[in-house]
């Protein structure tokens, strides 16, 4: 008797896209009316016959604040769970960023935490009602994690990964998983499996990856607090481009067991959980109650190192703040050029010293990194995807035709190894020589990229290599008016010109209405000294923006006035 032939990938992926569209209750489907247009920040305001005017406040509050009124008994979690799931619903409609929804059990447990606090009044535990959205390939129990595979589309989850286990018993309600990329190794999302999800601002460009559904769902508010992973900028890039908060910690310090994903077992370079949101105080929450669980008796690879208090009040009255202007590869594009000039100027105003990083290390530790994330020559990923069963999609593709094709000998990996402690090393002495208190930089070269333009991560992938903590926070959006400006230093490499290109095939339209976002760097293990300074920034330019938002008319700041001190 003949076997029968497997479903090809187009039938899986079409059975897998139709599974989450047929999760979303009919009473929330949007006409296509609505789905017209490139920014979609507004939807769920233009949705008035299925969110209420309470609906919309509670999804657009901080996490911080819906505990409070949760646990405050003002607000019930089945009432934010379901404006939650609503909201969640439509930025899937808009953006494609749902890999599974699981609606029902998340109402179903929120009428449980409710009952639960009319029975004992009292929550049971910091994150009681709360709804946590989930990366695609982190392990959730009786949820698939298929790391955006064909092969692996209904691959389960063997239970919960720590940090799902930690937040659950936290008393998180989870209501969806969000898209990643194919193989995950992308600065954008998209597969044969989930498709392609842009970002809601506008969605000729992406949302980031790999977390890019994440940074989708969170900017349209279907999501208080997500979860991400970052091994090269995949929380930090996809935050960055969507306009939020994103922190990638030190490796070791918050929980990373249970994830699905290739190069499982890969030390040479370990990637990092971390948490996605609309507000630093919220990337504080979520640190504070994965560490306040103890998780290093768990995972014995965790450093014994708790949440530690620290605020703007413990830092230096002067914080003396490296800038990196440019990395030596890739010339940011110009409204990022005009976000680090303004932040500058703000901080310099308010009395503290900004000094120009040297970039010197960059290309060494770029060059290493991207060597480490392919030991094996890249033959998992040109095993696992075939033309028959899986095909590359176009960055995908690109990535594996740019991989080193060598197959690393276990000496050779020695060698790097032993490389990239030297680097860290004179890292670690330069950032002590320059006596700085954070670095501020780009997050990338561009902002959200237009799809398929995602292919230079020097500008967090730098910071994975030597394992120091990074937070991005939003500055600006881009301008019409942005250009280059005419001193731009010329083209120093491929790289550059391709990016450069990119600006010049569409200029400021090409990135209409895209949020700008700077990073901070921290030192290794310092993730709360460096939100600490993110606070005292985030501060600074917010009051500065309200200055000059109260007073007419406003003077333009030269560039000159600006820059004049940063060589």
Known sequence: MSQLSSPSWHHVAARKQKQIF???PSAWLVGEELLRGHNFMELPRRCDSIMSEEELFITEQRAVDILSHIHSRTWTSYQVTLAFCKRAALAHQATNCLAFIMFDSALERAKELDNYMEKHNKPVGPLHGLPISVKEHIFLEGTPATSGLISWADAPSPGDALICKVFREAGAVFHVKTTNPQTLMALETHSNLFGRTTNPYNTSLTSGGSSGGESALVAM???PLGIGTDIGGSIRGPSGFCGGWGLKCSVARIPHSGLSGLHAGMENIIGCVGPMANSLADL?????????AQPWDFEPSLIDLPWRNDSPETLPKKLRIGVLWHDGEVMPHPPIQRALKETVYKLRKAGHEVVTWDPNLHTALLE?????????????????????SDPAVPLIQWLIDSATPTRHTVEQTWELNSLRDRLRTAFSLQWREAGIDALLSPVNASVASAHDESKYWGYTAVFNATDLPGVVFPVTKVLPTDTWDQDTPDVTGDKDAMYRKFWDEGGAEKYKDAPVNLQLVGKRLREERLLAVAEVVESIIRGADDEVKSSKPVKRVERTEMVQSQL
């Open 221 to 223: 508010r279907g999501s």
């Open 368 to 388: 290493w990194i991207n060597t480490a994330y392919f030991l094996d020559g890249a033959e998992e990923y040109t095993s696992t995807l075939t033309q028959d």
């Open 22 to 24: 047929d999760a979303i």
């Open 284 to 292: 504080r929450l979520f640190c504070k109650v994965a560490l306040d």
